[in-house]
């Protein structure tokens, strides 16, 4: 690899992405350097270029859904990782010291914010840096494009999916058909959920159909849940934007569990929370274990994103897509930096 690294880099708050020439970082010893061929847009990118949580600094590189090639490892790799294909997630390091990753949990490692894989140049760019073991072997078969989102997006409704797939009967419903709810639908099938569309968007029904759901629930059609009460043991909530929070809980059975994938905006009336022993939740990435589980049965059961592709020189395009909810359902990039 060369000594430079070309990442189109977010200079401010909310500002158009451009391009930007760094030196490509020394690796420690646990580190690889993968010459990135594809990365994913993901809603949390979207979300870290608007600072929405105020946690970045400016400038930085976007970008955690990676699929490339192993051109660089450190001294404690083996060298026999050169040229793997491999794919890298939200999570590119862990501190291995805390409490957690001691547990075997190190996406809620205590230094969650330097973890991600845009520190310290994301995948928006020629080549990023992780540590060997969030770097996973993708499968052979596997496309590039479908890769990149199952990474983060595919890994976030898998893990919590498959965590409660034994222990409780088999009635989910996922609310918000997007990037991760299509993938929520077909993983949920593949476990062996009765699975229900939830959407505010009517125009998705048949799509939602087409990804697994049974059925489709239409937030904004007058008596559409009144037939559900007290159905669903598992609601998956993919969505960021508001919804009617006392219609989700009217459709819980007694101590169902409601898991957040996304970061929506909870407004609720506690009384059937508590008087139904109704539990929420969130779920967080998931462990490496997880994601090589998640890659595999992924491949065993077809399950594929709905993927638009585009070159990285078009990212801000891309962006927009995303931002304006244009995008069905995911965008991935494709290197194009030669």
């Known amino acids: 690899m060369g000594d430079k690294v070309t990442g189109y880099t977010a200079m401010s708050r909310s500002e158009e992405l451009v391009p930007r020439v760094y030196d490509a970082p020394v690796l420690k010893a646990d580190e690889v350097r993968v010459a990135v061929t594809h990365c994913g847009i993901c809603g949390s990118d979207l979300q870290a270029v608007d600072d929405t949580y105020q946690v970045f600094d400016f400038p930085f590189v976007p970008g955690h859904e990676v699929v490339g090639i192993i051109r660089e490892v450190g001294d404690g790799v083996p060298v026999s990782r050169l040229g793997e294909r491999v794919g890298v997630g939200w999570q590119a390091r862990a501190c291995g010291k805390c409490e957690l990753c001691r547990q075997g949990l190190p996406q809620l490692c205590l230094e969650v914010v330097d973890n991600g894989t845009w520190t310290p140049i994301g995948g928006f760019s020629s080549a990023i840096v992780a540590q060997s073991r969030f770097v996973y072997p993708l499968p052979a078969d596997m496309a590039d494009e479908t890769a990149a989102v199952l990474l983060c997006a595919g890994l976030s409704v898998y893990s919590a999916l498959s965590r409660h797939s034994a222990a409780l009967e088999p009635w989910l419903g996922v609310v918000g058909i997007g990037g991760l709810g299509h993938l929520a639908l077909q993983f949920g099938k593949a476990l062996g959920y009765e699975v229900t569309a939830i959407s505010s968007s009517a125009a998705k029904r048949e799509e939602a159909l087409a990804f697994g759901a049974s059925r489709f629930l239409d937030m904004g059609e007058k008596g559409a849940f009144k037939p559900f009460n007290d159905y669903f043991n598992l609601v998956l909530i993919t969505a960021h934007g508001g919804f009617d929070w006392d219609r989700i809980l009217g459709v819980m059975k007694r101590r169902g569990k409601i898991i957040l994938a996304a970061f929506p905006k909870v407004t609720l009336d506690p009384v059937d929370l508590v008087v139904h022993e109704l539990s929420i939740a969130g779920t967080f990435v998931g462990t490496p274990d997880e994601m090589r589980e998640m890659l595999a049965f992924a491949q065993a059961h077809h399950i594929r994103p709905m993927v638009e592709v585009m070159p ?25 930096l030669g």
């Open 312 to 336: 990285l020189s078009r990212v801000n395009e891309a962006v927009c897509r995303v931002r304006e909810n244009k995008a069905r359902y995911r965008v991935v990039l494709v290197n194009d």
